[in-house]
Structures are given as C-alpha cells and as structure tokens.
C-alpha cells in the first residue's frame, strides 16, 4: 500500500469518526435520549484516531511535503498593520500538507520546462512567477498525479490559504509562539537566496525559508472577518492575490498582495496537498 492510499484511508477513518461522535453527543444533549440509550457521555471511548502518513515526496521533483495536523489558531495580530486586525480564531478541519520549502527553480523548470527567475540558481525558489503562473503549476502537477492514482479523493495541489499558510508558519498545533516562524531571533530563519534551500532552522513543523521572499497564497487579499471561521478562502472577488512571508525581518502575521499576472523577482510560492477549493 503506498502512501496515498495510507492518506485516503486514515481520512475516511477520521471522517467516520468524526460523524459518528457528532451524532452521539447531539443526541445525548437530549436528557431523555441518553436515558433510552443508558449511554453517558464518560463513557464514549471512541477508537483512536488514525495517524495521518509524514512526509510526501514527489520523486521527481525531489520535494518534500510535510505534514499539518487539524486545528486551530487566533489569525492577525493587534500590534501589526491595520489589514493583519482583527485577531480571529480559525478553525482548519481538515489536515493537509505544505513544502518544507517554497518550490525551487530546479523543481519548477522541471515541470514547466522554463524557468522565469532571474537570479538563477537550481536550489533558490522560483521567482518573478505570477499567481495565474504558480497555479498553473499546482495545477499540472494535480492532474499528472490523480491520473497516476497518487492523490487522496478530496484532495489537490494547490496554493496554500492564508489561514493555511499562517497557521503552518506558527508551527500549527506545536506552535510555541515564536515571534519568528522557529524562533524568536530573525537570523536563526531568515535569510537570502545564498543560504535558502534549507539552510536555516526549522520551525515546529519542519518547514524552512518562510521569510526567505513573498510566497503567494490561494485567497484575493481583504479584510479580516470579525467572528471565528473554519476553513476560510478570503473574499470571494477582488483585485489582488495574497503574499505572505516576506524578507528578512517581516513578521508571521504581515500581508502584502499582488495582481494575478504580476510577477516580482521576490515572490515565489509554497506548494500545498490540500482539501480541493
């Protein structure tokens, strides 16, 4: 059995699970249903629940995706500019998994068979590649590898949510407040296309480079809601693309945005295996 069906299993057992205890505890908020059934909520000990499969590897293209468990975060942050305001909780249901690193020239030319970036370098992150150009990429990449019987049912490359992409860059569910996605200190991370490729520390999931240049994300770029929400996609028009990350000294939460045919010789972007938009 090979790694995708792994992920396709465990993800039909969490589903399952999942829908079987929101039924249990619907009914037993019912007084009178959970004295019929003689079942009290201590006593559900539910099976536990399947570990989702680690690192992905695209073989050919030599890159890794590491693993992000479902969960939530507080999104923004009160200190920063006025469009990373309001701070709101987020709920990510459903795992996923993100480069360890932002897509490499090496890797893009690879499939695409051109590379754009004008600093060259096999191992430095494709650069001067537009949002239409990025999902491209995610693109081809998803229908080679659902033809090949690789991909999860539900699941698809693509660009990273900004809740995604944030909620990674913390660290997710080890997150232990870094200022800095790793560390509370800007050099441990940050860095330029001479030490990127990996060269820098890890954060709490494993990723790398999160502030080696902008990285483009899924959502048009808008304000924050008010309330909490799950799995959220932005706005639903608009007339720029989210970046995140950023160069040496940018912070978690900070937010720039481009238009979907722009390019700019510092933004590249981060794949994502993630619940299909």
């Not at 995140?244 to 045919?261: F, M, N, Q, T």
């Amino acid at each position: 059995m090979d790694v995708y069906q792994q992920i396709e299993q465990a993800l039909e057992k969490v589903e399952k699970q999942r829908t079987a205890l929101l039924k249990l505890i619907d009914a037993l908020a019912d007084p009178v249903v959970a004295e019929i059934l003689g079942v009290k909520i201590s006593d559900v000990k539910p099976e536990p629940v399947p570990v989702i499969p680690g690192t992905i590897t695209i073989a050919d293209l030599n890159l890794a995706l590491l693993p992000v468990p479902a969960g939530s975060f507080m999104m923004g942050s009160e200190d920063g500019d006025r469009d990373e305001k309001p701070v709101h909780k987020v709920t990510l249901t459903k795992p996923y998994w993100l480069g360890k690193i932002a897509v490499t020239q090496a890797q893009y030319e690879k499939l695409m068979g051109h590379n754009p970036s004008k600093l060259r370098g096999a191992d430095n992150p494709v650069r001067t590649v537009s949002w239409e150009e990025a999902t491209e990429f995610c693109a081809k990449l998803t229908a080679r590898e659902r033809e090949a019987g690789c991909l999860p049912v539900g699941y698809e490359y693509r660009l990273p949510t900004e809740a995604e992409w944030e909620y990674a860059a913390r660290g997710g569910p080890q997150s232990k407040g870094y200022t800095y996605s790793g560390s509370n200190t800007v050099g441990d991370v940050a860095g330029h296309d001479d030490n990127s490729g990996g060269k820098k520390r890890t954060n709490e999931l494993g990723l790398q480079d999160i502030f080696n240049g902008w990285e483009w994300c899924y959502d048009w770029l808008g304000s924050y809601p008010s309330g909490s929400v799950s799995d959220p996609r932005g706005p639903a028009t608009g007339s720029h693309r989210a970046n995140r990350g950023g160069v040496w000294g940018s912070r978690i939460e900070a937010r720039l945005g481009g238009s979907p045919e722009g390019r700019s010789s510092s933004v590249g972007f981060r794949l994502a295996l993630a619940p299909e938009i």
